[in-house]
C-alpha cells in the first residue's frame, strides 16, 4: 500500500464532505486510489448511516423557495459547518426544498417523494448522504404557506448560497395589487421579522401561557413598588402593551425606518400597490433553535475515531 498522505485525505474530504477519519480509511482500503475511495464512501453506506444517527444535528441549512403566490421554508439538519458548506449538502437541501414546494410543505409526502436522478425517495437520498459524507443529519420541518391573490415573499439571512443560510422567513401577502411591488414590501417585511424575532401576528395570537407568565412577573414588580392595586393595574397594562409591541409583528416598529408601526406600514402600501393588502401570516425558522447541542471533548472524539 502507497503513502497516505495529508493533501490526499483533504482532497477527497472536499470532494465528498466526509470526515477526515473516514477519508483517511476509505484511502487505505483501496490503496490510495481517489475514485476507488469515493466508490468506497458510498458503498459502505447504511451501517455507517446508522451508527451516525445517534450524534446530535444541530447545524445544516434553512431553505426558502417562493413562487409567486406560493412559498416552502424548511430546515435540514447536519453535525457541523463544514457539511453545510458542502456544494453536495446545498444542492440536496435546494432540492428539497423545491419538493416541499410542490408537495405543499406536507413533510410525510416529501420524504416519500422520488428524488431527481437517483431512483430513491427522499428519504432514502438522505440516508445515502449521511453514509457518504460520514455526519448524521435530519429533516428537521417545513412548511408551504400559500396565498388566492397576492405573494409570498422570502428572505434568507447569512446567505452560503441563493435560498440558502441560517435564518430564513417566509411572508404572506394578500392583495390584487402590483405584484412587483407587493414583491418588494413583502421581502422588507421578511428581513424586519429576520431582525426583530415576532413571535405572533397578531395580539389574538399571543401564546396564552407566555402572556400569563409576562403578566405575574410585571405584576410583582409593580407591587415592589408599593403602590395601590388600582396603580399596579394601569401600571401592569402599560407594560402589557409595551410587551405586544416588542413580540406581535403588527404592532412592531418597522426596523426599516425606526418610526412606523408594521401595521401602519403594510396599511400605507395600499397607495402605492393599487389595492389594499393584508398581512395573513409570516413563519420564521433559525437553524438549530431548540435543539440541544452536546458539548464534546474533541480529543477523545479524535481518539475514539482513531480506535474505531
Sequence with gaps: MG???ASMVKELRDTTGAGMMDCKKALAETDGDMDAAVDWLRTKGLAAAAKKAGRIAADGLV???TDGTRGALLEINAETDFVARNEGFQTFV???ASIALAENG?????LAAAYPETGRTVQEQLTHNIATIGENMSFRRCTAPSVNDGVVA???????APGLG???VLVALESTGDKAKLEALGKQIAMHIAAAKPEALNIEDVDSSNLERERAVLVEQARESGKPESIIEKMVEGRIRKYYEEVV???QVFVIDG????RKVVENAAADVGAPVKLSAFTRYVLGEGIEKKEEDFAAEVAAAVKG
Design 154 to 160: 422570502g428572505y434568507i439571512h447569512s446567505a452560503v
Design 3 to 5: 503513502q497516505i498522505s
Design 166 to 168: 441560517k435564518i430564513g
Design 63 to 65: 431553505s426558502v423557495v
Design 106 to 110: 406536507n413533510a410525510e409526502k416529501v
Design 249 to 251: 409583528l403588527l404592532e
Design 259 to 262: 418610526e412606523t408601526r408594521v
Design 94 to 96: 435546494s432540492d428539497v
